[in-house]
């Protein structure tokens, strides 16, 4: 017993070195949705009022015309207290979610197996690029997927103690509120939850049968916390976002449909066979399973350079072989607590099969424990295959390899990384603001271009805006997808105007050739990012 609390603190030190180390440096810049969600959570602080002039509470903050949940918001504002409106502060939240993900996934497989699976998942987890990547950043889907793992372990606890579906009920709630996956996949598990104890309560005598009330009260909280969110999608606004990201606002298949009814003649048949759902369905089964493709999962990860490396996928590719183990011994028990795993995946890809980029990491990130569990389940079932000899060599084999992996992404990342995704992170707006404040006359109006993208929350984020000053501005000034395109002495413009005696910051493709800049700004790479410069 003692050795496994060994290894448990062995590995909860080692998910908060990795989540820990460099958190303000790499990434190397807060990307434009985590400086929003730090002056939103900074305004909140401050005024009790998002920057737009929202009064609590706030089910969905603006951000860019994105309507993003409000669980993350509120979760930086105890952190800002401390640390002030920081990276740091943005960050923090989502890195002790991941490192608090690591003890729950720990506690889900000792309940549901044993230690040893236990122990195994949460070590896989604590170094798994997916993990790290995700746990390192403002992303809201890391602490959902936190919160929604917390309502699965809960949920399991239950069925000794039956007053814990209050409180799982509790949880899967919380994550709908903080991320948009978790809208659908919360929703599924208590769905399956509700299922197991309608049967498990049918079944057992009559002394023996576990207490209804508790399960009506989670009953009650899930629908009390859901009423909400399904009232505010009504919100024709929000309604226009999701359908923007929605495979249903494709009219490809559409199209599709009516050509080949056209080319049958429009009978009854043709009606049926290509009618516009059956292809909008084949459609969302090939976003599904995109999102299991060996390539993404073990290989590259999605297309997006903030959501992981590329050069690593989201899983090591040893996993490769310990899941397909993992999935065969799903196969041979079919029991539940071994199927938990395999369905809490299948859950988590259905939302990403309803938008229109698959695979995607961020919405299928409440897949990354169930994968850790898997691992786990292959390397105990690998090792009681073999004769008992050949055990332990097998366990070591599997984690020398793990450590070669861990120790080539992890120096990959926190070296190379920063350099090379460095304009993917808008790298250059903290060193630019700064400059800019100190380079300014009073009164001089400054041109800043949007090229890099939403200069303006920068500008908010690292001047410390009064918020109550910009909520002032909000209905004034002009903006583009609720981005200000100015505040005070400042204009963020596509193309510069030609106005003598302004200082503008752009990219050096936009600085006349006749005109020396006063200050350049670097990326990590030696790459000029910014030229501030004054129009003559």
Known sequence: MKYWKIFLVL?????????????????????????????????????????????????????????????????????????????????????????????????????????????????????????????????????????????????????????????????????????????????LFGLVIGTRFLFSYIRSPKKGKPSLSWAVCALFIGIAMLFPILINLKNPIIAHRAEETSIFSDPAPVLESNALRAEDGNTVVSRVLHHRYVLFGELMFQQYVKNFSPTFLFLTGDENNRHGTHEFGLLYHVEFFLVAAGLYIVCVRRTFRHMLPVMWIAFSALPVALTVTSPHTLRFASAAPAFALLSALGIVFLSEVFWKIWRKKLILGILAILCIESVVYLHFYFTHYPVLSATDWQYGYKDLFSSLEQLKKPNQKVFVTREQGRPSIYYMFYTKQDPRYVQSQDAVVKKDQQEFLELGRYVFVDNIPPEKGTLVASSPSKMPKNVQPIRTILNPDGTISWVIWEQQ
Request: no cysteine; charged share 10%; net charge positive.
């Open 11 to 187: 590995i909860l030190l080692l998910a908060v070195f990795l989540r820990l180390y460099k958190i303000t440096s790499v990434p190397p810049s807060l990307y434009w949705e985590e400086a929003a969600l730090g002056y939103d959570a900074y305004s909140i602080m401050q005024t009790g009022k998002d920057y737009h002039g929202n009064t609590l509470p706030i089910l969905a903050f603006p951000s860019f015309g994105d309507y993003k949940p409000s669980g993350y918001f509120y979760a930086i504002v105890p952190f800002m207290r401390v640390f002030g409106l920081s990276e740091l502060a943005v960050r923090l939240p989502s890195v002790f979610a991941g490192i608090a993900t690591v003890f729950v996934i720990y506690a889900i497989g000792s309940t549901l197996y044993n230690k040893k699976i236990g122990i195994f998942a949460a070590l896989f987890y604590a170094v798994q690029p997916w993990s790290i990547q995700l746990s390192r950043v403002g992303f809201e889907t890391n602490l959902a997927t936190f919160l929604l793992a917390m309502g699965v372990l809960l949920s399991i606890k239950a069925e000794k103690k039956t007053w814990l579906y209050a409180v799982s009920a509790l949880f899967f709630g919380l994550s709908a509120y903080t991320y948009h996956s978790e809208r659908i996949v919360a929703p």
